[in-house]
């Protein structure tokens, strides 16, 4: 969440709200979690260490009061230091899905064929919505995020290609079979 604010305040000065809405346009709460509280959290959090610094405050008679914020020097090292970390991670991907899978031959395959149906449409919904985001994007932001984007679309289609053969072993009831390898055609 601090990479993601102090990016965003790279950009231009922004209010918290301004970062979610502009998280939202960009698709950015599809591959992290996001929550209000957290966001605010994180700007207070980035204030008081002084990576980012007010402004500006808009008042309202109507409205609770808008803090504008924009990144400190002390911040862009942050920032700098917490890409780079990123870049660096290597961690192991735990999908949800596996230790699930790895158990499913004891329930009820019916049960497990219709929620994978399911899980392929939300799925390619998924794909067809990463695309258009990537599409409505390459005008307007950086090549660094479109690689982001692209890169999501083309890991939902993995996670499609995936569930798909999944299901023909499901749809087959094959998951308890031993000893004969899985059709990658």
């Known amino acids: 969440m601090k990479l ?13 709200y301004e970062i979610m809405i502009v998280m939202k346009e960009r698709s950015m709460d ?58 660096k991670k290597n961690e192991p991907v735990y999908h949800p899905l596996y230790m699930a899978l790895a158990m499913s031959r004891h329930v009820d395959q019916d049960k497990v ?31 660094s995020a479109l690689h982001l984007m692209y890169g999501r679309y083309e890991h939902s289609l993995v996670e499609l290609k995936w569930l798909k053969r999944l299901y023909e072993d499901v749809a087959a009831r094959r998951l308890s079979e031993v000893g004969s390898p899985l059709d990658l055609s």
């Not at 990016?7 to 209010?15: D, I, P, V």
């Not at 929620?115 to 090549?143: C, G, K, M, S, W």
């Open 30 to 87: 599809r591959i992290t979690k996001m929550q209000m509280g957290s966001l605010y959290y994180a700007v207070d959090k980035l204030a008081k260490e002084a990576h980012i610094e007010a402004v500006e405050v808009i008042r309202s008679s109507d409205r609770p009061d808008k803090t504008i914020y924009r990144i400190t020097a002390k911040g862009k090292t942050l920032f700098e230091q917490l890409i780079l970390q990123q870049i």
């Open 4 to 16: 993601v604010i102090l990016g965003l305040l790279l950009e231009r000065n922004m209010h918290p």
């Open 113 to 143: 064929e219709r929620l994978l149906a399911e899980r392929i449409r939300e799925t390619e919904h998924q794909v067809n919505l990463a695309y258009q985001v990537y599409e409505e994007h390459i005008a307007i932001v950086p090549r």
